[in-house]
Each structure stands twice: as C-alpha cells, then as structure tokens.
C-alpha cells in the first residue's frame, strides 16, 4: 500500500519562497519516477516537476528556473523548493509516484499513487 504525505504548504507574499516536503511509505524513491502537480481552482491539474529512479529532473515551463525537486532515498522523501512565487503558482500541490519509463512533469498527473495535497497560496 503506497501512502504519500504532504507537508510545508501555506501562504506567502509574491517573491517569497516555500519548500513543500512529500513522505512516502510503501514505495521506494530509488526505483521509480516521483514528482509533483498541482491544481489551482477552477483549472486543469498541472504537472509541476518530477525526477527519475536516475535523478533526472523535468519541470513545466511555467516553473522551470524557479522550483527545483529534490529526492532523498535515504530517508524516502521529495521535496520541491519553490522560490520567486507569483499568484500564478496558487494552487493545491499533490505529491505523486508510480512506474514510468518516461519520467516526465507532465506525466505526473497521471499517477494513481498520490498524496492529499496542500494548499499553496501566494498573495499581497
């Protein structure tokens, strides 16, 4: 039984910074493709960033150069730091993983195996 928690998630001022963790338990991070999407409301789900069991990063545009996705297979968690936040980046963000030989950003959504989300909000 895979299980994925969500931490760190809350309410930042434009340009502020937030690092979103993810625990996993039931799924190894070494041998699989993790990543992170997100869902603003209204909107379609979005996939953020990911890395392969190789620890090959991918990240959409619309973040690429601002977040950054880390993965500690010691400790089996993934983390995504998250800087030069606009209002854009307001969404609820989901931790996910599964099996996929193209380990890609936009894949992630895709994934059955995911977390309960937190909300992410960036606002003046």
């Known amino acids: 039984h895979v299980q994925l928690v969500e931490s760190g998630g809350g309410s930042v001022q434009p340009g502020g910074s937030l690092r979103l963790s993810c625990s996993a338990s039931?799924?190894?991070?070494?041998?699989?493709?993790m990543g992170w999407f997100r869902q603003g409301s209204g909107q379609e789900r979005e996939g953020v960033a990911s890395?392969?069991?190789?620890?090959?990063?991918t990240y959409a545009s619309s973040v690429m150069g601002r977040f950054t996705i880390f993965k500690d297979t010691s400790k089996n968690t993934l983390d995504l730091q998250m800087d030069s936040l606009n209002p854009e980046d307001t969404a609820v963000y989901y931790c996910?993983?599964?099996?996929?030989?193209?380990?890609?950003?936009?894949?992630?959504?895709?994934?059955?195996?995911r977390g309960q989300g937190t909300q992410v909000t960036v606002s003046s």
């Open positions: 996910a993983a599964g099996v996929l030989t193209m380990c890609t950003a936009f894949a992630i959504p895709s994934f059955a195996n």
């Open positions: 890395i392969s069991k190789d620890d090959v990063p």
């Open positions: 039931g799924f190894t991070a070494s041998r699989g493709c």
